[in-house]
């Protein structure tokens, strides 16, 4: 588990913009189905200091974001989606000190990272 929220809490604090509270659930999600383990992750990403939360908003404090260039790998398999559960042969997992979270298709892997 401890790895769970250690990926989690980088998943956040890497995202581009602010986030609603759903949509940061959202993200979340992709890491774990657990509620007590989803509450703990955005509680120690705040204790961190990772992001800030309020008005229904989580809102990223480290400025960091993840890099298409060097933290997301595509590998080609038979896997399905973190995010949206299809079946994809193309896998973008991203690369974090906590561990690789993935796999996810083409445009889930947008969403989790906030750029789209």
Do not use: W
């Not at 659930?25 to 890491?31: A, F, L, P, Y």
């Amino acid at each position: 588990m401890a790895d769970t929220v250690a990926l989690g809490v980088e998943l956040l604090a890497n995202v581009e913009q602010e986030l609603t509270l759903p949509e940061a659930m959202d993200r979340v999600e992709t890491v774990t189905s657990d509620p007590r383990v989803a509450r703990e992750i955005l509680e120690r990403a705040e204790a961190e200091g990772a992001i800030e939360r309020g008005d229904g908003a989580v809102r990223p404090k480290s400025g960091t974001y993840i890099s298409f260039e060097s933290q997301i790998v595509v590998k080609e398999g038979d896997f399905e989606c973190r995010r949206c559960g299809a079946g994809i042969s193309e896998g973008h997992f991203i690369k974090f000190d906590a561990g690789e979270h993935g796999p996810f298709g083409s445009s889930c892997i947008r969403k989790v990272t906030g750029r789209e």
